[in-house]
């Protein structure tokens, strides 16, 4: 089993609409949740870091986290095709450094 | 943008050859971090740095070491390169340890024929 797993995608929604991005993790001591956005070329850049329970909000960005079900997801609102880029799952499990998802890839289209 | 900077950006090497490449912050964060890209395998850490000459050793570290004399580089060395190393290198860094955020360099694209 993947220490962080998330769904390959691509995972395609109409421009305007809701995009739900879905990550897992198994190591039930991680503190610290990573969403990262990545163009294809291009580096990771953080988009939210979200370390309680519950929703943390960011303009059309939501993350959230639920230690029990070890689920973290994130929800972008008004999706544009802007949005379309692999988004990286970001785990810290307070070992070394932080253990990343093999990334969803989403497609907006117009 | 974090200052952060990777050289070289691109490099095609050949089998057993030495490569090295080279990551230079201007954020005097303490924490830095070589990962590697592939297709399918996310991110994954290879060496990383806690302070100068502070190194320890990532997931996949086979066939690479590091060094770090200064605060602002940290220097990822293959001693002889095999093609499974071809790959796109990340380095980051983060201001305290891997609980905080970490920001990205450009990368570097290595082929290794």
């Known amino acids: 089993q993947k220490e962080v797993e998330q769904n390959s995608g691509p995972l395609s929604v109409p421009e305007g609409a809701i995009a739900s991005l879905n990550c897992t993790y198994s190591d039930r001591g991680s503190q610290s949740f990573f969403w990262y956005r990545q163009y294809s070329g291009k580096s990771p850049e953080l988009i939210m870091s979200?370390?309680?329970?519950g929703d943390k909000e960011d303009g059309r960005f939501t993350a959230q986290l639920n230690k029990a079900s070890q689920y973290v997801s994130l929800l972008i609102r008004d999706s544009q095709p802007s949005d379309s880029a692999t988004y990286l799952c970001a785990v810290n499990t307070g070992r070394r450094a932080l253990t990343f998802g093999s990334g969803t890839r989403l497609q907006v289209q117009p | 943008d974090a200052g952060i900077t990777q050289s070289p950006r691109h490099k095609v090497t050949e089998t057993g050859t030495p490569v090295t490449l080279r990551c230079h912050q201007t954020e005097n964060h303490r924490y830095m971090y070589w990962y590697r890209q592939d297709p399918g395998h996310g991110l994954r850490l290879i060496h990383y740095?806690?302070?100068?000459?502070?190194?320890d050793k990532g997931e996949v570290s086979d066939g690479y070491s590091v060094s770090r004399s200064k605060t602002e580089d940290f220097l990822l060395t293959l001693e002889s390169a095999t093609s499974s190393q071809t790959s796109v290198y990340f380095c980051?860094?983060?201001?305290?340890?891997?609980?905080?955020?970490?920001?990205f360099g450009p990368g570097t694209r290595l082929l290794v024929l």
């Open positions: 979200i370390y309680s329970n």
């Open positions: 740095s806690y302070g100068v000459k502070d190194t």
């Open positions: 980051a860094i983060s201001e305290s340890k891997g609980s905080e955020t970490q920001y």
